[in-house]
């Protein structure tokens, strides 16, 4: 029998968000982020179970856009970071990658490569990570223009506070990166991550590239996943492995850092941090079994955590437990453990087996 713990990916609920996205874009197209092993969900089934939908994919990394065409997909692919060589440009080329340009050096490797791949160019408009000074454009359009065989498809930039209704810093990046793109019609523009779909009045310019969202965890400080119109993807789940009765005063777990202070059923989990269960997921952090929610109680050990069973008393050892998905939302977790969703759902390790589910076959 293998360890009864895995995610549940439910692929229905991905299209469903991708088409979410798709309906908040408006003109704009989606391109769908899949970076980071999809959002922890794993690449391949997700760029797969979005061919018929998703027009282009999005990556960090060389590595992960050859994961997609190994997964037997064909449309473009964006390189968020661009390429770490100059021999990478050529694999681009060969392979219909589309790597950003954010970088002096990148943009020295692309002046001495013969066949360069088609590119997007970065601006910086305050994220204040990657990308040229928006003000550079003019003179680097000069440069780029010196090398006939390079194709610009299109002008990115990346906002840094797009998650947060109320901060003003995306509507000055906003302006920022449309006074620079002013002069360049030929060129597309991308700018908006998940958060952007979800801003009132927000501009999504020609290409949106949304990535939490499509997983269905909140991309803005506030409001739920599901005020969003958004579907939990994963389903991470164990087992009651055992199932004791401890009286007051008995604590449970390393460092006896809870302590029953009444009699108390108490459960134990086949889970923990080396599944990528958030260690700093404290007492309280909600959990649910049997469709009924109860609370984490103690330290979470690296293979197993404990739960309170006083509002189930009827769970015993073999019953499901749900970490996150349907009934406790990953970014609740995330709260508690003082995290985003992203970490969590990133952060789930190789040792638990992805289990896939959709109506489409
Ligand atoms: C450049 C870029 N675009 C888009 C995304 C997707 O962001 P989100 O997952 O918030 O939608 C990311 C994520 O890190 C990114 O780095």
């Not at 454009?137 to 010196?146: C, T």
Request: hydrophobic fraction near 40%.
């Amino acid at each position: 029998m293998p360890r009864p713990t895995l995610a549940r990916i439910d692929l229905d609920a991905l299209r469903h968000n991708y088409h979410r996205a798709c309906e908040k874009a408006g003109s704009a197209r989606p391109m769908a982020v899949v970076k980071a092993d999809g959002y922890g969900h794993g690449i391949a089934a997700v760029a797969r179970a979005l061919a018929k939908h998703a027009p282009c994919y999005a990556v960090a990394c060389l590595e992960e856009a050859e994961a997609v065409r190994v997964a037997g997909l064909s449309q473009p692919v964006v390189l968020l970071e661009g390429v770490h060589s100059r021999e990478d440009l050529s694999v681009c080329r060969q392979q219909d990658f589309e790597p950003v340009l954010h970088s002096p050096q990148q943009l020295q490797w692309l002046e001495g490569t013969v066949s360069p791949p088609v590119i997007w160019l970065k601006l910086n408009t305050g994220m204040n990570r990657l990308g040229f000074p928006a003000a550079s454009l003019p003179a680097l359009m000069g440069r780029l223009k010196s090398m006939p065989q390079v194709r610009i498809k299109g002008l990115m930039t990346h906002y840094a506070c797009a998650d947060d209704l109320s901060s003003t810093g995306t509507d000055a990046q906003n302006a920022a990166f449309i006074a620079a793109a002013e002069g360049y019609p030929e060129l597309l523009l991308s700018a908006g991550n998940s958060a952007a779909h979800f801003r009132p009045r927000n501009p999504l310019f020609d290409w949106t590239r949304p990535g939490i969202m499509l997983y269905g965890a909140t991309p803005i400080v506030g409001l739920s996943a599901a005020d969003l119109g958004l579907k939990p993807v994963m389903s991470l789940e164990s087992e009651l492995i055992a199932v004791r009765d401890l009286e007051p005063g008995m604590t449970v777990g390393y460092g006896d850092s809870w302590r029953a202070d009444k009699p108390t059923r108490m459960g134990i989990v086949a889970i923990g941090y080396g599944d990528g269960y958030p260690r700093h997921a404290g007492t309280d952090t909600p959990a649910a079994v049997n469709g009924q929610r109860i609370r984490l109680i103690g330290r979470v050990s690296m293979d197993m955590l404990a739960v309170d069973l006083n509002p189930a008393p009827d769970a015993e050892v073999g019953d499901r437990v749900e970490l996150w998905g349907g009934q406790v939302s990953v970014d609740e977790v995330a709260a508690s453990a003082g995290t985003i969703g992203y970490e969590l759902l990133t952060g789930v390790t190789a040792r638990v087996p992805r289990h896939y589910l959709s109506s489409v076959v």
